[in-house]
């Protein structure tokens, strides 16, 4: 599973040169959100990126 458009169609996400998920960690965030402990979030996007979007677009 590669997008054409980033050029990885050979091998894959291996080797990318940014961060991607395996397969697995993304079944670890769905376990959660499918057990008791994710009882309390309701309405809500959860956003699984290596916290991308928390980082803020401004210089410090």
């Not at 080797?15 to 959660?32: C, T």
């Not at 009882?39 to 401004?58: I, K």
């Amino acid at each position: 599973m590669s997008r054409a458009d980033l050029g990885l169609t050979e091998m894959g996400f291996d080797g990318a040169p940014f961060p991607v998920h395996r397969p697995e960690e993304i079944a670890a965030a769905v376990r959660y959100l499918v057990s008791d402990l994710a009882r309390g979030v309701n309405a809500t996007a959860q956003v699984v990126d290596f916290g991308d979007l928390a980082r803020s677009a401004f210089p410090a």
